[in-house]
């Protein structure tokens, strides 16, 4: 059973350019949380997926970032526009159940985005 | 000032010292998490709590919900426990919200 799976690990873009972050949940698992970790800074939620569906946006930029999780193929983080405050670790977490806790969520390798 | 803060920042111990990693927040919570980060950035869940202790291996996790106080516990520590150790709480307000420490690095040293 592969764990969640993220790709690119490494993403370099230039200012203006889009930058796509893709999971693959855990097989059988229908959540998905999406986090970012700036450089010396803790994790911060940003969003949080069912299938088709977002649940809870609350700490996504209202500008620029988009999510989607879809019927098929992963879940897709979106950011149009990258700044260099934009420089990050993304990373996704998946779980099965509806409870929010991150006890049970299981979390990818992250994608690290550089932006130059 | 943060609404979770993590001390120390960072920690050395020689192999088979006792670790105690704190955590204070300063919001209603209905949870609270240890996570560990590995160097390469893998994160796991350690602990869940929302009372008293509870232990998992050398691991032993607390939390003073009066005292809004956590400490992770590592006893006889060994080089492989060098990582990021993360404190997260869940807001009673929306259970999604996660609130994160900056993390406390530790380093043992064989």
């Known amino acids: 059973n592969a764990g969640v799976m993220q790709n690119p690990r490494h993403l370099v873009r230039r200012r203006g350019q889009e930058a796509r972050l893709r999971c693959s949940p855990m097989k059988g698992h229908s959540h998905v949380y999406w986090y970012r970790q700036l450089p010396e800074e803790g994790l911060k939620f940003m969003v949080y997926?069912?299938?088709?569906?977002?649940?809870?946006e609350s700490g996504m930029p209202k500008e620029r970032f988009s999510a989607e999780f879809p019927k098929e193929g992963p879940s897709i983080l979106r950011i149009q526009q990258v700044v260099r405050g934009d420089s990050a670790a993304y990373f996704c977490?998946?779980?099965?159940?509806?409870?929010?806790?991150?006890?049970?969520?299981?979390f990818g390798p992250g994608t690290r985005l550089t932006v130059l | 000032k943060n609404e979770v803060e993590q001390s120390p920042q960072n920690l050395t111990a020689q192999e088979g010292e006792f670790i105690t990693i704190n955590c204070s927040y300063s919001v209603g919570i209905s949870a609270l998490h240890w996570l560990q980060q590995h160097p390469g950035g893998g994160i796991v869940s350690l602990f869940m709590l929302s009372s008293g202790k509870k232990k998992h291996g050398r691991l032993i996790a607390t939390i003073n919900i009066q005292e809004k106080h956590s400490s992770l516990h590592i006893t006889a520590s060994h080089p492989r426990d060098s990582a990021v150790y993360i404190c997260?709480?869940?807001?009673?307000?929306?259970?999604?919200?996660?609130?994160f420490g900056a993390g406390t690095r530790l380093t043992v040293k064989p």
């Open positions: 997926l069912q299938k088709e569906n977002i649940i809870d």
């Open positions: 997260a709480v869940s807001s009673t307000a929306n259970n999604n919200d996660m609130r």
């Open positions: 977490a998946s779980s099965p159940g509806t409870s929010g806790s991150l006890s049970e969520q299981f």
